[in-house]
C-alpha cells in the first residue's frame, strides 16, 4: 500500500524567526496520521532548528539535496549521513533548478539518490520535462529516461524511494498541470517503477500546489501527494494542501 505524502521544499528561504513561526504552527497543527506523512525540507544551516521544533511531533523533516559523496575534499558539499544526524529522514534529489542551474545529470542524479539511501535518507527524486520539451512532444521520453536513471542507480533499493513528477514549466509559474495532464505521467512512471519491482513507491505531483487544486489533483489514481515549493512557506496553505 502506497503511502500518501506531502513534501514542502523551502528553497532558499527562511530566517530563525520566520522558521519558529511556521514550525511552531505545523508541530501543532498537524497530528499523526496513519499512511499520511507530511515533511518539511529546509536549508540546511536550519536542521537543527527543525529537530528542536519537530522532533516531538508528526512532521518530518528533510534536506534539499545531498553530496553523492560520504565525505571527503568536497567543499560545501552536505553528506546524506550529516543530515541524517539531526534527525532528517529525507533528501530531494534531482530537482530541476538543481538540473538547471548546477549541471546535475541524470547520472549524477542517480548517484545521490544512492548516497541519500547510504546514508540513511529517503531520496525524493524529482523528474520533469521542460516546456520545449513538452511542446514538441518529449515529455514521455525525458521523464522514462530520468526515473530509468534513478531506477538503474538504487536497483532493488527503488522501493525506498519516492519520485516527484514536476514539469518545469509549472514549478513557481502558477501554472499547474491539468489533474489529467499529471496523471498519464504518473501512469506511465507508475508501470516503469512497477516493472522494476517498485509499483508501490509514492510518486508525488510537483508544480504551483496551492490549497485550491491540491484534492482535484489527488484524486488521481496514481497521484499520492505533492511536493510542494511556494505554498509550503505558508502554513495555512500548506495545512490545507496536507489535509486534502
Ligand atoms: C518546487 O520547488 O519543487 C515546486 C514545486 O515549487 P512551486 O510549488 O512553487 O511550484
Known amino acids: 500500500m502506497r503511502d500518501k505524502l506531502v513534501v514542502g521544499n523551502w528553497k532558499m528561504n527562511g530566517g530563525l524567526a520566520a522558521n519558529a513561526k511556521l514550525l511552531a504552527r505545523l508541530a501543532s497543527e498537524w497530528t499523526h496520521r496513519e499512511r499520511r506523512k507530511l515533511v518539511v525540507c529546509v536549508p540546511a544551516p536550519y536542521l537543527g532548528q527543525a529537530q528542536a521544533a519537530l522532533s516531538s511531533g508528526a512532521v518530518m523533516w528533510g534536506v534539499q539535496d545531498v553530496s553523492e559523496h560520504a565525505s571527503g575534499a568536497y567543499t560545501g558539499e552536505v553528506a546524506a549521513g550529516m543530515a541524517a544526524e539531526f534527525g532528517c529522514r529525507y533528501a530531494i534529489v534531482g530537482h530541476s533548478e538543481r538540473r538547471r542551474l548546477h549541471g546535475e545529470t541524470d547520472r549524477v542524479v542517480g548517484a545521490k539518490a544512492a548516497a541519500a539511501l547510504a546514508g540513511g535518507l529517503v531520496p525524493v527524486a524529482c523528474v520533469g520535462e521542460t516546456l520545449d520539451e513538452r511542446e514538441r512532444g518529449a515529455t514521455e521520453e525525458v521523464v522514462a529516461r ?60 510537483g508544480g504551483s500546489v496551492k490549497g485550491s487544486n491540491a484534492a482535484a489533483l489527488f484524486a488521481m489514481p496514481d497521484i499520492d501527494g505533492a511536493l510542494v515549493g511556494g505554498a509550503s512557506l505558508d502554513a495555512d496553505e500548506f495545512l490545507t494542501i496536507a489535509r486534502a
Open 146 to 205: 530520468q526515473v530509468d536513471a534513478v531506477i538503474e542507480a538504487l536497483g532493488a533499493a527503488m522501493c525506498r524511494c519516492v519520485v516527484a513528477y514536476e514539469p518545469v514549466w509549472a514549478i513557481g509559474t502558477g501554472r499547474t498541470a491539468s489533474p489529467e495532464q499529471a496523471q498519464a505521467v504518473h501512469a506511465l512512471l507508475r508501470s516503469r517503477l512497477a516493472a522494476a519491482g517498485a509499483g508501490d513507491v509514492s510518486v508525488l505531483y
